[in-house]
T-cell receptor, first 112, second 114 residues
């Protein structure tokens, strides 16, 4: 079955860049996503990348996709305290319908 | 739009009691998902519906769990009887279709079974 893995924790200082990594096993991914979960709230789509792209930039966010290594990363430039949250990568895949497979989530802590 | 609405937001119940969680998806969305989130197991998909029809219920943990979607604007997740290990945050999400397949999550129901 599909498997999506992330490291559990990341701590950075305010103003630094954060890089959150994700590995997945399914080679038939169509879209890959980054969702953000703030404390006490549901998940919210942050950004996404189509599987035939290598990179996508959206303001402070840069998504890199290495399809050969099945590796996805999210870089947050100039990390702020408001970026503290849990970040989930997720994928949809051919034959999976509308189903999303989520990673384990990475808790990002931004320190002053 | 009010977004995905879930009720109750918090539920505390005793072991053995029946629990019903409710979800109202975003109007016009034709897919609905139920997830469970715990520290130990992370985010798990329990079941999802397309056009009110259950498509994949392979994540439903046991027969004690059941889900229904009687119409496009309402779904329930029922646990009977509840057990302490069911304590978790339960999320409902809906999706409008299209290639991107963005899911919109509700705020969740925090269930505590004592």
């Amino acid at each position: 079955g599909e498997d999506v893995e992330q490291s559990l924790f990341l701590s950075v200082r305010e103003g630094d860049s954060s890089v959150i990594n994700c590995t997945y096993t399914d080679s038939s991914s169509t879209y890959l996503y980054w969702y953000k979960q703030e404390p006490g709230a549901g998940l919210q789509l942050l950004t996404y990348i189509f599987s035939n792209m290598d990179m996508k930039q959206d303001q402070r966010l840069t998504v890199l996709l290495n399809k050969k290594d099945k590796h996805l990363s999210l870089r947050i430039a100039d990390t702020q305290t408001g970026d503290s949250a849990i970040y989930f990568c997720a994928e949809t895949f051919t034959g999976g319908g509308n189903k999303l497979t989520f990673g384990t989530g990475t808790q990002l802590k931004v320190e002053l | 739009d009010a977004g995905v609405i879930q009720s109750p937001r918090h539920e505390v119940t005793e072991m053995g009691q029946e629990v019903t969680l409710r979800c109202k998806p975003i109007s016009g969305h034709n897919s609905l998902f139920w997830y469970r989130q715990t520290m130990m197991r992370g985010l798990e998909l329990l079941i999802y519906f397309n056009n009110n029809v259950p498509i994949d219920d392979s994540g439903m943990p046991e027969d004690r769990f059941s889900a229904k979607m009687p119409n496009a604007s309402f779904s329930t997740l029922k646990i009977q009887p509840s057990e302490p290990r069911d304590s978790a945050v339960y999320f409902c999400a809906s999706l409008s279709g299209g290639a991107l397949r963005e899911q919109y999550f509700g705020p969740g129901t925090r269930l505590t079974v004592t």
